[in-house]
Structures are given as structure tokens and as C-alpha cells.
């Protein structure tokens, strides 16, 4: 089993920058990830990052403004918002998997709040 539990959101105006951090704890990661549920719609990838090459992936909405990084040797996954736009408003939820396809683990999501 993996448990991951994010931390860091908050209310930011537009323009403003904001870390979310993931903690994960358990057995051995494919790779981690950040998604993004804004209000009344479905749950989105905004980022990802093999855990031990460290390769990345973004959503063509964040590229340029979000970076998402890890510390493997504490188990930490982090996520930099920076630019922040209202419509960047939603849940943010950490996920974990073990293997190539399926996000096998998912935190409870930190809420991040970007006023115009």
C-alpha cells in the first residue's frame, strides 16, 4: 500500500505563485502526479514525474508556469504554481502508481483558491 497526503493550498491573488507538497510513504513508485478537479467539472492531470529518472510531463495548460519535482530519497513530490490564474481554482489531489498505466493511490486534495 502507498499513502500520500498533500499540504500547501491556500487563497492567492491572480499572478501569484504557490508549492504544493506531497508526502507518500509506502512501497516502491513508478511515478507520482498532480491533478486538478476545478468546480462542477472532472478531475484533470496537470503533472507527472518519473520517480527514479525524474522525466516529466505537464498539461499543455500549465507548461511554462507549473513545475513539478520530487526529493525520492524522502518521499516527497512537490508542485510550483506560479502565474496563477483564476481558473486554476479547484482541488488538488497527489496521486501515486506502481506500474505504467493505473494511479493506484490518491490523497485527499489540497484546495488552492486564485482571486481575479
Known amino acids: 500500500q502507498v499513502a500520500v497526503a498533500e499540504a500547501g493550498g491556500g487563497l492567492v491573488q491572480a499572478g501569484d505563485s504557490l508549492r504544493l507538497t506531497c508526502a507518500a510513504s509506502g512501497r516502491a513508485l513508478a511515478s507520482m502526479g498532480w491533478f486538478h478537479q476545478a468546480p462542477g467539472k472532472e478531475r484533470e492531470f496537470v503533472a507527472s514525474?518519473?520517480?527514479?529518472?525524474?522525466?516529466?510531463e505537464y498539461a499543455d495548460s500549465v507548461k511554462g508556469r507549473f513545475t513539478v519535482s520530487r526529493d525520492h530519497t524522502k518521499y516527497r513530490l512537490y508542485l510550483q504554481m506560479n502565474s496563477l490564474k483564476p481558473e486554476d481554482t479547484g482541488v488538488y489531489f497527489c496521486?501515486?502508481?506502481?506500474?505504467?498505466?493505473?494511479?493506484?493511490?490518491w490523497g485527499q486534495g489540497t484546495q488552492v483558491t486564485v482571486s481575479s
Open positions: 514525474i518519473a520517480w527514479l529518472t525524474g522525466s516529466t
Open positions: 496521486a501515486a502508481r506502481t506500474g505504467d498505466t493505473v494511479w493506484n493511490y
